[in-house]
């Protein structure tokens, strides 16, 4: 055994899926890696393209060529959609299943009733279908404005009014009556009901929710929980490992998402302060899991700021050349992306793309891995390397590393 480590740069794809002409028509021309290297050419990716990025997006541009000694490949999601939540547990090897897509305002009726009998007080702000239900006058619920829309609800709450295990009660009480594939439940510190009412929007004349960042609710002290559907952590490669005694560091969004006994866990999203954590994490452990997320990429793509999107992806760069030098001998890092959430595109959602596999591992050259059908392969793989029981989903390519 060795450490096995895996940066997933949030919404870094590299080029629309087929199936999109049926399920995302929208998504059409995608392509968020290659579209921000063409919008900002002067990009300084050194180490990622040696890793063979070029290679995954199957162009050359300028400077950017092919890398003839990177190990790499594709992966297909087979999640509904393109969400990091559902991305993040398919990667631990979870085999994803088809949610509902449904409008908030469509059980607006079931999910207030379930939060009354939950021992909480409530009103309606808005309009009749077009409404969000406000909380104990401390929190809102309603539609998520950033996932597709019908995929997600939020729970938007102030945490200077409603502590963080009232604000899980309630984010419990939305998950066990609803079948969107997640329930957001989540506050921050510095706001008020104000400040978060100020933030409503009304996407498609039917979505109603609350624009986090527009709330303030990310700025102080933000605390969150994603209830997923059908999600079984037991069967993921984190959990396998923590039966076995093995170590498992979650690094950025990955600590929030992922379910995990460890003591090992950096919540954050700074990309500096998060990668300076995962350095620190791969000195100290000799074998185990490190599982990270930079989750600046993907508020870029949000934010449709290529500038800043490439901004990021130059200090990841960086600190990838600082982290390769961590894993040596059998060690294995596998940098990739979870969906894309091209910021040249017009909109401001994520993207249904394919996503690179670039895998550094000491003396190792030219390997490939081919297209996978699920990023559940990386969790297998994992599970291979460890030598322990299966996740359960996914197929490893360890032997393709030989």
């Known amino acids: 055994m060795g450490k096995f480590g895996v940066i997933v740069l949030d919404s870094f794809g590299v080029g629309a899926m087929d199936d999109i002409f049926e399920e995302r028509p929208r998504d059409e021309g995608a392509n968020t890696a290659f579209n921000i290297i063409k919008a900002v050419p002067d990009i300084k990716i050194p180490n990622l393209q040696k890793l063979g990025l070029m290679n995954a997006i199957g ?28 991305a993040h547990q398919e ?3 979870t085999k994803p299943k088809i949610p509902l897509l449904q409008p908030f305002n469509e059980v607006i009726d079931i999910v207030e009733d379930a939060i009354k ?25 309603g539609d998520n404005l950033e996932a597709d829309p019908g995929q997600v609800y939020n729970v938007t709450a ?14 419990y009480a939305v998950r066990n009556v609803v079948k969107v594939s997640r329930v957001i439940a989540f506050g921050g510190r510095g706001v008020d009901l104000q400040n978060i009412l100020n933030a409503k929007e009304i996407v498609q004349d039917k979505y109603v929710g609350v624009s986090a960042p527009d709330s303030g609710v990310y700025k102080d002290d933000f605390h969150v929980i994603h209830l997923g559907y059908g999600i079984n952590p037991d069967v993921q490669l984190p959990s396998i490992l923590d039966r076995h005694s093995i170590d498992v560091a979650l690094v950025g969004k990955t600590s929030d998402i992922i379910i995990s006994d460890t003591k090992r866990k950096h919540p954050g999203v700074d990309t500096t302060f998060l990668f300076d954590e995962f350095i620190k994490e791969s000195k100290e452990m000799q074998n185990g899991l490190l599982f990270m997320n930079i989750q600046e990429t993907d508020l870029a793509g949000h934010a449709l700021d290529a500038r800043k999107y490439a901004d990021v992806i130059e200090i990841a760069d960086k600190k990838i050349e600082e ?11 596998i940098i990739m992306a979870d969906h894309g959430d091209d910021p040249t595109i017009g909109f401001e959602q994520h993207t249904r793309e394919r996503v690179p596999i670039m895998i550094y591992k000491d003396g190792l050259k030219n390997k490939y891995i081919g297209e996978r059908t699920t990023l559940s392969d990386v969790g297998a793989t994992g599970a291979d390397y460890f030598n322990v029981e299966s996740t359960e989903n996914g197929r490893s390519f360890l032997n393709r590393l030989d």
């Open 91 to 93: 990667i631990m090897g």
């Open 323 to 333: 982290v390769m030098k961590l894993y040596t001998d059998d060690d294995i890092l």
């Open 117 to 141: 009998k939950a021992g909480f007080k409530t009103r309606r702000d808005g309009e009749i279908g077009k409404q969000l239900i406000v909380v104990n006058e401390s929190a809102t619920v």
């Open 158 to 171: 102030a945490l200077d009014i409603m502590d963080f295990e009232t604000i899980k009660k309630l984010g």
């Open 59 to 86: 162009h050359e541009r300028g400077d950017l060529k092919f890398s003839r000694t990177a190990n790499w490949g594709t992966s297909l999601l087979m999640h509904h959609g393109a969400d990091s939540y559902l």
